[in-house]
């Protein structure tokens, strides 16, 4: 080898190395970037979902779950956060919920990230930011941004065709990661359907009467703006939708979740448990094919004038401007959403009802920003901060 | 275990590459073995 030819590998071989090692910080600092969650005064017992089904003890998604059990018996509401974790708006409503509620009667279990190890990357090729954050009054906190499947770290290969358990049901290959088509799950499966095994065991277990999984949609998508309801939910559903249509100011509708479409938490959860399970998803331009660079301005913006092009020309099932559609209103809808549907079921079912207070609705979420109900770690009580 | 047999596929492959970058005598060959050992390596190492 010429002298020339070896000055040439080794500054090629620099500037991979500098591509990699910059690559390698910026992906790890994002895997393992911890978030603060400083226990709101309703929560009265943080659990692993590990407890519910030994084989998911210790791994990525053995997550926490935030028990916050009122004085009065009645009713148990879980909400789940995170199933996919590129949809801000409820992870954000589950932090909302942890920090800020108190159940008086009944029990609300908050999960955060349901889908752990999907909050530790983010989409391959999609150039989105490792994280994001929140503005708050004494500074700021900042949350993964995460992805809709499970981390390939964690669970790779992806196999040719990916059939449901345990319908059969032929899905999309890559959603063999993907926590909300992996229902009721499976417990010698893959981590995605032992993750949703584990949950299934814990409603089982714990008698949760009802589900609510948090999502977002991109505007190009028709289920968007709506709660999917299984069918033991449809009264129950339509009249929340009809009480924050009219009530919050903000539109949402109700969908029925398809008796054949499987793996989805809203068809499996009420087919697999005694628990009714609903579905929201509130509107996020951020996922949108037409979308343009996806900065974190834009993930909590929510303003995209490719987006508004779209629409202009007929392709969207949502309106949008040039407002957008800001994190404040998506968490807002999710926060109302969970109220009324609490007091709905409490109204049909007051035994087994749920009392919370504490926690804003739409109109306080807007007014005054995420960022206020999200509390300070550095001046909190001793052993109230844990870590997403 | 297909996880293990992906692991050491992703390490012959990154063998593969680095070979050729050694070999290879034009600088748009290195710079493309370069380029595609990156994300090898970046999943050989589980970082991304």
């Not at chain 1, 978030?35 to 998911?56: C, D, K, M, S």
């Not at chain 1, 090729?125 to 499970?150: K, Q, V």
Request: aromatic residues 8%; contains cysteine.
């Amino acid at each position: 080898m010429t002298r020339r030819l070896l000055v040439q590998k080794i500054v090629v071989a620099a500037l991979g190395l500098a591509l990699l090692v910059s690559a390698g910080i910026s992906f790890r600092r994002s895997r393992n970037l911890a978030e603060p969650v400083v226990l709101g005064p309703g929560v009265t017992a943080v659990r692993q979902l590990g407890e519910y089904f030994a084989p998911i003890r210790g791994t990525i998604n053995d997550c926490k779950l935030y028990f916050m059990e009122g004085r009065e018996p009645g009713g148990t509401i879980l909400i789940l956060g995170g199933s996919h974790a590129e949809e801000p708006a409820g992870r954000l409503a589950a932090w909302v919920f942890a920090e800020n509620g108190v159940v008086e009667k009944g029990r609300l279990i908050v999960v955060l990230s349901a889908n752990r190890s999907a909050s530790t990357m983010t989409r391959l090729g999609g150039a989105y930011p490792p994280s994001f954050s929140i503005p708050t009054a004494w500074g700021s906190r900042t949350f993964r941004m995460g992805d809709r499947w499970t981390n390939p770290l964690d669970q790779w290969p992806d196999p040719e065709v990916f059939i449901h358990y345990p319908s059969r049901q032929e899905l999309a290959y890559v959603d063999v990661r993907n926590l909300n088509r992996a229902w009721p799950g499976r417990p010698n499966g893959t981590l995605t359907e032992k993750t949703a095994y584990a949950f299934m065991e814990m409603i089982r277990r714990e008698h949760v009467d009802v589900v609510v999984d948090m999502h977002e949609a991109e505007l190009q998508y028709p289920v968007i703006s709506t709660i999917v309801t299984h069918q033991k939910g449809q009264e129950m559903a339509t009249m929340a939708a009809m009480m924050l249509s009219d009530v919050e100011g903000f539109k949402i509708g109700t969908e029925f979740s398809p008796l054949t479409l499987h793996g989805l938490s809203h068809r499996e959860i009420g087919d697999h448990s005694p628990a009714v399970s609903l579905l929201l998803e509130a509107p996020e331009p951020f996922l949108d094919a037409t979308r343009g660079v996806t900065t974190e301005e834009r993930l909590l913006t929510g303003q995209d004038e490719f987006v508004v092009k779209a629409g202009q020309h007929g392709l969207l099932f949502e309106k949008i401007d040039e407002k957008g559609w800001p994190i404040a209103l998506r968490v807002g809808r999710h926060t109302s959403s969970i109220l009324q549907i609490a007091e709905t079921w409490t109204e049909d079912n007051p035994a087994k009802g749920l009392s919370i207070t504490g926690v804003p609705r739409y109109a306080d979420v807007v007014a005054h920003g995420v960022g206020h109900y999200l509390k300070n770690p550095s001046t909190a009580a001793k052993g109230k901060v844990i870590y997403e | 275990m297909v996880t293990v047999l992906y692991y050491a596929l992703v390490a012959f492959v990154s063998l593969l590459l680095i070979v050729n970058l050694l070999k290879s005598r034009r600088w748009e060959r290195d710079v493309l073995y370069v380029l595609v050992l990156v994300p090898f390596l970046l999943r050989l190492f589980r970082l991304k």
